[in-house]
């Protein structure tokens, strides 16, 4: 039975790449909801709307039968990271067998391929005896699913196992394997004063968190695969005044829990130990993301997935990402959790993002043969 209608699948992928979706915008992801809401009521589905906060669009938990367990829970985004006018600037397109646009492989791509998997899973009746849960969320990227992930871990505890419809690294390979996420926000206040007249006066904050941001880059740790990012710094109001404040954000990426306590009490001392005399800092923030690490039984269903594979003539393989997921926090419950099951592409949170055309329909394969195999043993 064929899958995909694959020139339908792009007028439908065109349509939604076309409409901006960043988290913090709720009409953008509201659209995308309302599609994906009409497509899964067209197959007889029952869709509950989720609106956790008003600040970013609805999230939709999706059933083929109300139940109390699901055999599969199946993951996805309907936000992403590109700022309104995105989709303007940058329209779908496609050449060199590659389609591009804003959100195209994350996770556009893979809302789509969920869809078209699970309709002709019913239409060869492989779901009557099956529970089936998809949960679209509207708050992954940016800000780490805040608002949606506690309802998304309660799903996964009531799941067999859980699969995400994140993109195939460009190589075509699978993850099972995934770094968690902390982030810090750091604000320092001086005291502002004329820098030529009353110079001395003055508390540069700026100066303070210089210290902060050397300090916190060399506490990354490469042999732990540890990394500290500071992402943004900003400071200061005139070019001729000491700076009264100071502000950074900071971006750790771990496996071992550790390390997180280990960066945590570099700040604390540069907080106890201000070396510009009269500035205070204040840090916020923490572990927004676990990391994802493989359980026995995980690795179990990674097996299965390479019989699978190797069955249906779909190549790839396993690898760890340093990018967040929804996965690891069924991962971290204890769930069995397989990623990156969308098709193949690269770029992601680029103008250069691109999905590889010629991967849509055997990775749509792959999912379909995976959920087959899932609810029929």
């Known amino acids: 039975m064929e899958i995909v209608d694959i020139k339908r699948y792009l007028r439908q992928l065109e349509y939604l790449v076309n409409i901006d979706s960043v988290s913090s915008e709720p009409d953008g992801a509201g659209k995308i909801a309302a599609f994906m809401r009409e497509r899964y009521e067209d197959l007889g589905w029952k869709i509950t709307e989720k609106k956790f906060f008003d600040s970013i669009g609805p999230c939709l938990h999706i059933v083929n039968h109300p139940a109390e367990r699901y055999d599969v829970l199946i993951l996805a985004h309907m936000d992403t990271v590109f700022p ?3 989709a303007k600037k940058c ?3 496609k050449r060199d067998g590659r389609a591009m646009g804003p959100g195209v492989i994350d996770c556009k791509a893979g809302l789509l391929s969920g869809l078209y998997v699970l309709s002709a899973l019913q239409s060869e009746q492989l779901l009557n005896n099956a529970n089936i849960c998809v949960f679209l969320n509207s708050d992954h990227e940016g800000i780490s699913s805040r608002y949606s992930k506690a309802y998304s871990v309660s799903l996964a505890k009531k799941s067999r ?6 993109a195939g690294r460009a190589n075509g390979d699978l993850v099972n394997q995934r770094k968690g996420i902390a982030r810090y926000h750091i604000a320092i206040k001086g005291k502002s004063a004329h820098a030529g007249i009353d110079y001395t006066s003055g508390r540069s904050a700026i100066e303070e968190i210089a210290r902060w941001i050397l300090a916190l880059q060399e506490a990354t740790d490469l042999t732990r695969e540890t990394t500290v990012n500071v992402g943004t710094v900003s400071g200061g109001t005139s070019i001729s005044a000491v700076p009264g ?3 950074a954000a900071v971006d750790v990426r771990y496996y071992e829990h550790e390390e997180v306590a280990r960066i945590e009490a570099v700040m604390r001392k540069l907080q106890e130990m201000p070396r510009v005399e009269g500035t205070t800092a204040k840090v916020e923030g923490g572990i927004t993301r676990p990391p994802m690490i493989p359980s026995a039984e995980t690795k179990k269903l990674c097996r299965t997935i390479d019989q699978i594979g190797r069955e249906i003539g779909v190549s790839f393989g396993w690898m ?3 990018g967040g997921s929804d996965g690891s926090f069924s991962a971290a ?3 069995p959790t397989i990623d990156a099951l969308g ?6 949170h680029s103008e250069a993002e691109y999905l590889e055309l010629a991967s849509i329909e ?3 394969q792959l999912l379909h043969e995976v959920i087959r195999h899932i609810v029929q043993h």
């Open 362 to 364: 055997p990775r749509c």
């Open 161 to 166: 196992c859980v699969l995400v419809l994140e």
């Open 91 to 93: 329209p779908f397109s």
């Open 320 to 322: 760890a990402s340093g």
């Open 245 to 247: 404040e100071a502000h």
């Open 84 to 86: 309104l006018g995105t």
């Open 333 to 335: 419950a204890g769930i």
């Open 343 to 348: 098709p193949v592409g690269g770029g992601a």
